[in-house]
């Protein structure tokens, strides 16, 4: 087994805690400079003063996503300005962007983060790596590329798209790992079979670092066996990131038995998103992150809305810092259908369960007659044959994980859309 960085990555957990106490401090006695948070923490009644020991934390405010985009672009700078070297942000399609701001150390602490993570993924120096997430204002590409660089492996930053000149690329230079988002994966498996290039013949790929969406265990099998991860001995590895607290941060190991986030520049809580208490080990709840390290724009507590399940026990791997081991959405993929929050995941669960379902799907949202109605447009895979009790069956077990009722409409093969960065799950067509 290879770390990147064993005195960190095996650090006894009792050690581990001290040191995030005494980063916590450190970051909440910064903060209280800034107008915003100082006046959070008057409004709790809490000083940084307080924070003695880690049942202290808990008293400490939450920060909400609409906390960055209120303070957009710089209400929530804690560091200095001239020290600042990068700047990220969301696409802001649906309102005010989420900002980023890095000072150098940042953007060291956010690289050396993604190094862990590739190492711990199984990548070496001798990797050829097609570097697919977007590079540009979305935090993945960069964060990507520096990770890469830093391990030594050799990066081709191809951005996302242009599937003809990625395939080519591959052939050329014998790329042996691909990253991405997982649908953009899926769709590269797609076109190289109908060139006629066979991924486990023609392609070396063996590793796949994908994020950017959410993905199901059975969407992630599918990838390693489509595009030849699998059959070259090595597999899919998932990332977690977000934009506030500096980009992709998390991923699988070499087990995939959760995805590995950083203690030492990380603290992760998972608590009841109604009673604001942690959930007991094991049990599903809201991840709420604390950037212990980033000097610029560091966040306290931060509500993530993702459901997650998280392991706070030793990885086999030997690491021992938190794992994200489920999952179960994020809150903004969240619909709300006629009064039930659906999740896009949990369609994608259901339908990939069955081999005869391609990974191409879209979820329709209409409105009949003032009520709301839910359709799912699939498209089958190759040679499937799909009869109407096929159809009954899917729409019976969607309704069993949706509590309401989703049509099923089988769509031609090639007709529904294909994406290279963020596959758009849901058209929502209600008025
Ligand atoms: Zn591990």
Redesign the pocket.
């Known amino acids: 087994m290879a770390y990147f960085n064993e005195f960190w990555e095996l650090m006894d957990q009792d050690q581990l805690k001290e040191v995030q106490l005494e980063k916590f401090q450190k970051q909440a006695r910064r903060m209280y400079d800034n107008a915003f948070y100082k006046r959070r923490f008057e409004e709790t009644g809490v000083t940084p003063e307080d924070i003695k020991n880690w049942d202290d934390i808990k008293k400490v405010p939450f920060t909400h996503k609409d906390d960055l985009r209120e303070n957009y672009p710089l209400g929530l700078l804690i560091g200095d300005w001239k020290d600042v070297v990068r700047i990220h942000m969301t696409s802001g399609t649906t309102g005010t962007p989420t900002p980023m701001v890095y000072t150098q150390n940042d953007v060291d602490v956010w690289t050396e983060c993604m190094a862990r993570n590739f190492v711990?993924g199984g990548l070496t120096k001798n990797d050829i790596v097609q570097q697919a997430h977007g590079l540009g204002l979305f935090t993945g590409g960069l964060g990507f590329h520096y990770g890469l660089e830093r391990v030594g492996a050799k990066v081709i930053p191809t951005s996302s798209g242009g599937t003809d000149r990625q395939l080519r690329l591959m052939q050329e230079w014998g790329t042996t790992v691909f990253t991405g988002t997982p649908s953009y994966a899926a769709y590269v498996a797609e076109v190289a079979r109908e060139k006629g290039i066979d991924p486990e013949r023609d392609l070396k790929l063996r590793l796949g670092f994908h994020g950017g969406e959410p993905v199901s265990d059975e969407l992630r099998k599918r990838i390693d066996e489509r595009i030849g991860y699998k059959a070259h001995g090595g597999g899919m590895r998932t990332c977690y990131g977000l934009t506030e607290m500096g980009g992709p941060i998390g991923m699988d190991?070499?087990?995939t038995?959760?995805i590995?986030l950083w203690g030492d520049h990380f603290l992760v809580e998972v608590l009841d998103p109604k009673t604001l208490e942690d959930v007991q080990a094991g049990k599903a709840g809201e991840l709420v992150i604390t950037n212990l390290s980033f000097e610029a724009m560091p966040i306290l507590r931060f509500r993530t809305g993702d459901r997650v399940i998280v392991s706070f026990d030793r990885?086999?791997?030997g690491?021992t810092h938190p794992?994200i081991t489920s999952f179960l959405g994020r809150v903004d993929d969240m619909l709300l259908v006629s009064g039930t929050n659906v999740f896009p995941s949990q369609v994608e669960y259901v339908l990939l369960q069955h081999p005869r379902m391609s990974e191409n799907w879209q979820l329709v949202v209409g409105d009949k007659k003032g009520l709301h109605t839910l359709k799912v447009e699939v498209e089958p895979v190759q040679g499937a044959e799909i009869d109407h009790v096929f159809i009954e069956r899917l729409e019976k077990e969607l309704y069993s994980h949706l509590e309401i009722t989703c049509r099923v409409d089988v769509k031609p093969i090639g007709t529904l859309p294909r994406f290279e960065g963020k596959a758009v799950r849901v058209r929502d067509e209600r008025v």
Do not use: K, P
Request: net charge neutral; with cysteine; proline share 0%.
């Open positions: 711990a190991c070499e087990n038995s959760g590995h990885c086999e791997c690491r794992r």
